[in-house]
């Protein structure tokens, strides 16, 4: 019997510093895999000699591969290409710089063979990255999760494991421009799992993700995971309803305080505006139709089916 391929895809920006040792420690674990290998680096527009260094592991290895962007597009474009480009029955994404313990790559074959198609490793604890990251990282989550109704696992990571029928799905469907990888990846469905991992420090290099590349990065998530900012006109609307009816009422009811034609003008000015927030909240509305229609997410993921031809359309 033939055996399985596992594609290890390993995205690689300035790392000539991490990734002799990547290659030294990850091979030798690829090699007592039950599973075949390739090991595909995608070069995420390195300014380093990181380029050079993967030729020259290609040409010493011809199951080590590598694609090679024209210039940094980020890690999400990274990991997106290493998903499109690999050919084995099944895709694990991790770092190149040791983050992602690749001693847990036994005990991913294993979930694969026991017929797992999607495997999350979970972070436990990141020492190395520093107060100011983990709180805020929590933080992220936790908004994150009331806001949208897809749910986030926090310190799961951009290190997982996916099954050939479910990386199809995320080839397939998931080609939005603004995107998260790994919350879709939590949530396609599938039979799922996750493994605990203690992050450890880099092995070498620096990280390049910086503060201010992180709070762009949750915004973005937060704005394509969830409608709810554009909903904020409604809310508004109620508000200043409730506020025009209540200067109504204590009014009405008191009949005194304020010079005359004080009341008339607070009032009439909550009533306009209410009508204006209404007005934009519907315009919000549709945009939150026009913007689920753009992501074109898919409306269901079939696993599987017996005696059935595919659907007709
Ligand atoms: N990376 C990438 N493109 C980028 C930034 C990072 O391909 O624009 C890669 C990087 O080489 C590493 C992984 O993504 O393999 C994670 O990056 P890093 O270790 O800097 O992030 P951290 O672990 O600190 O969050
Ligand atoms: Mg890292």
């Not at 391929?5 to 390993?10: D, F, G, M, P, Y």
Request: aromatic residues 12%.
């Amino acid at each position: 019997m033939m055996k399985k391929v596992l594609s290890v895809v390993v995205s690689v920006y300035n790392e000539e510093q991490a990734l002799p040792m990547f290659v030294r420690t990850v091979k030798p674990i690829l090699e007592t895999l039950p599973w075949d290998y390739e090991l595909l680096f995608v070069n995420d527009g390195s300014a380093d000699e990181s380029l050079s260094l993967l030729k020259k592991f290609a040409v010493e290895d011809p199951g080590v591969k590598v694609i090679s962007f024209s210039r940094n597009f980020g890690h999400e474009a990274a990991m997106i290409a290493g998903i499109d480009y690999a050919s084995g029955d099944a895709v694990v994404c991790m770092d190149a710089d040791l983050q992602h313990p690749p001693e847990y790559l036994p005990e991913i074959v294993e979930k694969l063979d026991a017929g797992f198609d999607v495997i999350h490793m979970v972070r436990t604890g990141n020492h190395s990255a520093g107060v100011l990251k983990n709180v805020t990282s929590a933080g992220f989550y936790w908004v994150i999760n009331r806001m949208s109704d897809v749910k986030l696992e926090p310190g799961a990571s951009d290190f997982f494991a996916l099954s050939r029928r479910s990386a199809q799905v995320l080839r397939e469907n998931y080609r939005e421009k603004v995107r998260f990888l790994r919350g879709y990846v939590q949530n396609i469905g599938f039979r799922r799992t996750t493994i605990e991992y203690e992050a450890r420090e880099r092995v070498a290099g620096e990280s390049k993700y910086s503060i201010r590349k992180l709070f762009a990065f949750s915004m973005n998530t937060i704005l394509c995971f969830s409608n709810l900012p554009l909903k904020l006109g409604m809310f508004a609307a109620g508000f200043a309803a409730c506020l025009g009816v209540m200067v109504m009422v204590y009014t009405l009811l008191t009949r005194q305080g304020a010079p005359s034609g004080y009341a008339t003008i607070v009032i009439l000015n909550c009533f306009m505006f209410a009508i204006l927030f209404l007005i934009v909240g519907i315009i919000g509305e549709y945009m939150a139709i026009m913007f689920s229609e753009m992501k074109d997410r898919p409306v269901y993921i079939v696993q599987e089916t017996e005696n059935v031809e595919g659907p007709v359309r």
